[in-house]
T-cell receptor, first 116, second 114 residues
Framework: GAGVSQSPRYKVAKRGQDVALRCDPI?????LFWYQQALGQGPEFLTY????????KSGLPSDRFFAERPEGSVSTLKIQRTQQEDSAVYLC??????????????FGEGSWLTVV | AQSVTQLDSQVPVFEEAPVELRCNYS??????LFWYVQYPNQGLQLLLK??????LVKGINGFEAEFNKSQTSFHLRKPSVHISDTAEYFC????????????FGSGTRLSIRP
């Protein structure tokens, strides 16, 4: 497709379960971002990749959160031992070029995670 | 560190009335400024951005925003709103030297009354 694609769109996980969220960025986009958006809040930065390199992971809330982009295209955000406070929409975004913060970033529709 | 404040969590307006959504930012260094819109159950879409040059920026769907450095503001305006403008609007900043982070405000929900 032409846009950023995320799957699954909706995920219900039992507390303690591991989840994996997938992001397919726009083809050829160098930069990839993950954001977490809690209900009624703005998106919060989690991590950033330039190609396969994870250049910034300062926003990951704990060591239960792990992201990878092994071939510089598709990315996976993994959350281990999910907790209720992990319930949020996880947004993936991509942009065409690397180190230029004025570039337009394109967002996917998000993966809605509910931990019960 | 940078931060973004959107003072109004909700703004109700009548259809065809003008609207202004307020945004203030805090930063010790120069920033780029953005407005994003989020329609229900959809991802964020860029409305407009300020990088440099003219302080009045025009975006999609008839929206515009004005960068005011002295007041550290970047308010979003539209002279006449439509029902289809009902959405959540997010102001955001990124730092010149940082390739990674866009920092978002908490959002303003714009609801249009017929």
């Amino acid at each position: 497709g032409a846009g950023v694609s995320q799957s699954p769109r909706y995920k219900v996980a039992k507390r303690g379960q591991d989840v994996a969220l997938r992001c397919d960025p726009i083809s050829g986009h160098v930069s990839l971002f993950w954001y977490q958006q809690a209900l009624g809040q703005g998106p919060e930065f989690l991590t950033y990749f330039q190609n396969e390199a994870q250049l910034d992971k300062s926003g990951l809330p704990s060591d239960r959160f792990f992201a990878e982009r092994p071939e510089g295209s598709v990315s996976t955000l993994k959350i281990q031992r999910t907790q209720q406070e992990d319930s949020a929409v996880y947004l993936c975004a991509s942009s065409l070029v690397g180190r230029s913060s004025g570039n337009t970033i394109y967002f996917g529709e998000g993966s809605w995670l509910t931990v019960v | 560190a940078q931060s973004v404040t959107q003072l109004d969590s909700q703004v109700p307006v009548f259809e065809e009335a003008p609207v202004e959504l307020r945004c203030n930012y805090s930063s010790s260094v120069s920033v780029y400024l953005f407005w994003y819109v989020q329609y229900p159950n959809q991802g964020l879409q860029l409305l407009l951005k300020y990088l440099s040059g003219s302080t009045l920026v025009k975006g999609i769907n008839g929206f515009e925003a004005e960068f005011n450095k002295s007041q550290t503001s970047f308010h979003l305006r539209k002279p006449s709103v439509h029902i289809s403008d009902t959405a959540e609007y997010f102001c955001a900043v990124s730092v010149y030297s940082s390739a990674s982070k866009i920092i978002f405000g908490s959002g303003t929900r714009l609801s249009i009354r017929p």
